[in-house]
């Protein structure tokens, strides 16, 4: 049985790197001048210092937005993300948030998504949809001013980037915590095929 | 990878398989997140990123427009006090002599005779709020009052075809930028910070105040500026500082 088309699972994949190579390196970047009385550990950094991880952030978003560009045009216009996301009810998302924290959650079909994935991996989209546009602030708080106005400038864009980051690991966690749990769920985004419930 | 998952038949092997290869990929993202000062290190990663580094200015380049401005501020937003920030600690901060001081101008100009700071400050003054915003991330608003650099390129005759202007500055720092910024019209040289002399440790002689780049691209202390075709590079940019750092 078919699951992952091939674009996805490609795009999965690199999106992967690209949002590893992101936040590792953006991380040394905020331990550089901490926002709040707190810094990551060292180990978790990427890039030495700061301008190895500034070199690696910005080499990799180049990497995360074509990527990116590349999946939603084809989550749009070949139907993938309004036949998989929706349709989305706030209900279904608690009904099976609270299923899937009493371990009863029906994963029996790996082709369809349940609501409390359709609402991870919407939010996981728009978050990243922040995390460009309020990183491109950072990057261009001149030539963007328009963009940055909506976000309180450039110390605006700053708060708002550090969140949406927290955002996307929380969810990434909650991701890679699934799949350990439904395991059979992993090769599936490799291969793109799935084999039924044993 | 599909023909591993397709030789055991039994669905336990099968899912001891998965768990096996799904616990494997795990520890190689770990391995590859905790050693990622020795991946940063590698010859051929540094190739990659400096190539990437080298692109990164091409494309603010192109995004740079020349005529837009960086908001101005009232005077009440301005940051005290304004952080010091240096290759050197404050105690550290040189002190120039401005009777003998003497403003060198070379490269490709016209007027190579040095200046003395009376006649600099006699000079078309002009005055700007802006946000200082550092590479680290924190940001500062000050108010730096000086002439504008590009009225000064034109005094001394400079090519202004040429694409890149570089500083020299009395404390050792060194760095360079595009004709483009160099021009823009907030990019000023600064003699004074917040209406009084520019104090010794905000970059006494002058600084050139660049709103539209990062902070180390404003360089203290002048001691020398020339015009050249040839990239100077710069201090922090030498080491692996984004050289373009265009806001």
């Given at each position: 049985m078919r699951v992952h088309p091939l674009v996805v699972r490609v795009t999965h994949w690199i999106n992967v790197l690209a949002v590893l190579m992101m936040v590792t390196s953006g991380w040394q970047i905020y331990n550089a001048s901490p926002i709040f009385s707190f810094a990551f550990p060292a180990e978790l950094t990427l890039g030495g210092w700061l301008a190895g991880a500034l070199q690696w952030h910005f080499a990799a978003m180049w990497l995360l937005a074509v990527n990116g560009l590349v999946y939603v045009t084809y989550g749009i216009a070949s139907g993938h993300f309004r036949r998989k996301l929706f349709p989305l009810s706030p209900l279904g998302v608690l009904r099976?948030?609270?299923?899937?924290?009493?371990g009863r959650l029906a994963h029996d079909d790996l082709s369809t998504y349940n609501a409390a994935q359709r609402a991870a991996y919407l939010a996981l989209i728009a978050m990243l949809a922040v995390m460009v546009a309020s990183g491109l602030v950072l990057w261009k708080p001149v030539q963007l001013y328009w963009l940055g106005s909506l976000m309180g400038d450039y110390e605006g864009a700053r708060l708002l980037h550090f969140f949406a980051m927290s955002a996307v690991v929380l969810i990434v966690l909650a991701h890679v915590i699934m799949v350990i749990v439904v395991p059979r769920t992993f090769p599936t985004m490799v291969t793109g095929r799935a084999r039924r419930a044993s | 990878m599909n023909k591993r998952f397709s030789v055991h038949r039994t669905p336990q092997l099968e899912n001891l398989e998965r768990r096996l290869f799904l616990r494997?990929?795990?520890?190689?993202?770990?391995?590859a997140l905790l050693s990622g000062c020795n991946i940063t290190d590698q010859e051929s990663v540094q190739r990659v990123l400096w190539t990437m580094s080298r692109w990164n200015d091409r494309a603010q380049g192109w995004l740079f427009d020349p005529k837009r401005l960086a908001p101005e501020f009232p005077e009440s937003a301005i940051t005290k006090p304004f952080p010091f920030n240096a290759f050197y600690g404050e105690d550290e901060v040189i002190d120039v002599d401005g009777g003998r001081f003497r403003l060198e101008v070379g490269g490709l100009v016209s007027e190579k005779k040095p200046w003395t700071l009376p006649q600099l400050y006699a000079l078309p003054q002009?005055?700007?709020?802006?946000?200082?915003?550092?590479?680290?991330?924190?940001?500062?608003?000050?108010?730096?009052?000086?002439?504008?650099?590009?009225?000064?390129?034109?005094?001394?005759?400079?090519?202004?075809?040429?694409?890149?202007?570089?500083?020299?500055?009395?404390?050792?720092?060194?760095?360079?930028?595009?004709?483009?910024?160099a021009l823009h019209p907030q990019t000023q040289l600064s003699f004074r910070y917040a209406d009084e002399l520019l104090p010794p440790k905000y970059g006494f002689p002058m600084k050139l105040r660049i709103p539209t780049k990062l902070g180390f691209k404003n360089p203290k202390h002048i001691a020398a500026i020339y015009v050249t075709n040839t990239n100077p590079g710069g201090y922090w940019e030498d080491q692996g500082y984004n050289w373009y750092s265009g806001s």
């Open positions: 099976d948030i609270r299923e899937a924290l009493r | 494997r990929g795990l520890s190689l993202g770990a391995v002009v005055s700007q709020v802006t946000r200082h915003i550092c590479v680290e991330g924190w940001s500062a608003i000050g108010k730096w009052s000086g002439v504008r650099f590009s009225d000064f390129l034109q005094r001394v005759g400079a090519d202004l075809t040429a694409k890149y202007v570089g500083f020299k500055c009395a404390d050792k720092y060194y760095t360079s930028i595009d004709m483009a910024t």
